[in-house]
């Protein structure tokens, strides 16, 4: 306290270098209570999905209990997702925390979130990045065109519909080492595997269309002004 300035104005509080520590322990303090609520709630969900194991064959609940960190993140999840834009040095411990509806929880269930952290974990083999996708609400982006080949495919899509979650999945750009891609960008890809899977498709189909894709070049160019093939589709 010896070293805090006497003289308080605006350009002091900018520059001091004490109140900027105080500032960064003090966030630091934050996310730590934060973490401990997320950890208590995460530890008594899996407490009640094993309870419901052992009590039944299913294993799984059918609706997730409100716990205290989900209440939580629906009323401060917002500032926290601009806590990444605006606290560069704490972004990546604040995207620990982040929760998401996605491919893979209940939507009719309100409380059935993913971490990052559990996506990761239910990644497929060979998987490298993070799929999202973004829209106006969650009934928009589920029946989204975009995901059709990745639910088909089987793999989880991140479902964002606040106008910061894009915001934020760009500054942070991975995590834990594995990078997030939008599932609507043109350089949009699947694991290895898939990815030759695809690209032979696209040979044999390219083949097959070459015939329609040169008479639509030839008597619509003055409505189109290419014609490609697309493997994003499965039924639309």
Same mark, same amino acid.
């Given at each position: 306290?010896? !070293?805090? /300035?006497? *003289? &308080?104005?605006?350009? =002091?509080?900018?520059?001091?270098?004490?109140?900027?520590?105080?500032?960064?322990?003090?966030?630091?303090?934050?996310?730590?209570?934060?973490?401990?609520? =997320?950890?208590?709630?995460? +530890? %008594?969900? %899996?407490?009640?999905?094993?309870?419901?194991?052992?009590?039944?064959?299913?294993?799984?609940?059918?609706?997730?209990?409100?716990?205290?960190?989900?209440?939580?993140?629906?009323?401060?999840?917002?500032?926290?997702?601009?806590? &990444?834009?605006?606290?560069?040095?704490?972004?990546?411990?604040?995207?620990?925390?982040?929760?998401?509806?996605?491919?893979?929880?209940?939507? +009719?269930?309100? *409380? +059935?979130?993913?971490?990052? !952290?559990?996506?990761?974990?239910?990644?497929? /083999?060979?998987?490298?990045?993070?799929?999202?996708?973004?829209?106006?609400?969650?009934?928009?982006?589920?029946?989204?065109?975009?995901?059709?080949?990745?639910?088909?495919?089987?793999?989880?899509?991140?479902?964002?519909?606040?106008?910061?979650?894009?915001?934020?999945?760009?500054?942070?750009?991975?995590?834990?080492?594995?990078?997030? =891609?939008?599932?609507?960008?043109? *350089?949009?890809?699947?694991?290895?595997? !898939?990815?030759?899977?695809?690209?032979?498709?696209?040979?044999?189909? *390219?083949?097959?269309?070459? /015939?329609?894709?040169?008479?639509?070049?030839?008597?619509?160019?003055?409505?189109?002004?290419?014609?490609?093939?697309?493997?994003?589709?499965?039924?639309?």
């Amino acid at each position: 306290s010896d !070293d805090l /300035p006497i *003289n &308080v104005s605006r350009e =002091m509080l900018q520059q001091s270098r004490i109140l900027d520590i105080i500032r960064r322990k003090l966030v630091r303090k934050a996310l730590d209570m934060i973490r401990s609520v =997320m950890k208590r709630s995460d +530890d %008594a969900l %899996a407490e009640a999905e094993e309870q419901q194991a052992s009590e039944d064959s299913g294993g799984k609940l059918a609706k997730k209990p409100s716990t205290q960190y989900i209440t939580l993140w629906k009323e401060f999840g917002k500032g926290l997702k601009y806590g &990444v834009l605006e606290d560069e040095s704490n972004a990546h411990r604040i995207a620990k925390l982040f929760r998401f509806r996605s491919s893979a929880t209940n939507l +009719d269930d309100e *409380n +059935d979130f993913t971490s990052l !952290d559990q996506y990761i974990d239910r990644m497929k /083999p060979g998987q490298e990045h993070i799929y999202y996708h973004g829209g106006e609400n969650l009934e928009q982006v589920k029946r989204s065109p975009f995901l059709e080949k990745l639910t088909a495919r089987g793999y989880e899509v991140l479902y964002l519909t606040e106008a910061v979650d894009e915001q934020a999945i760009e500054r942070l750009k991975e995590h834990d080492g594995t990078k997030f =891609m939008a599932a609507s960008k043109d *350089n949009f890809k699947l694991n290895d595997k !898939d990815e030759k899977s695809e690209k032979e498709r696209m040979r044999i189909a *390219n083949k097959a269309f070459r /015939p329609l894709k040169n008479f639509i070049k030839e008597h619509m160019a003055d409505r189109v002004s290419i014609a490609k093939l697309s493997m994003r589709l499965t039924e639309s």
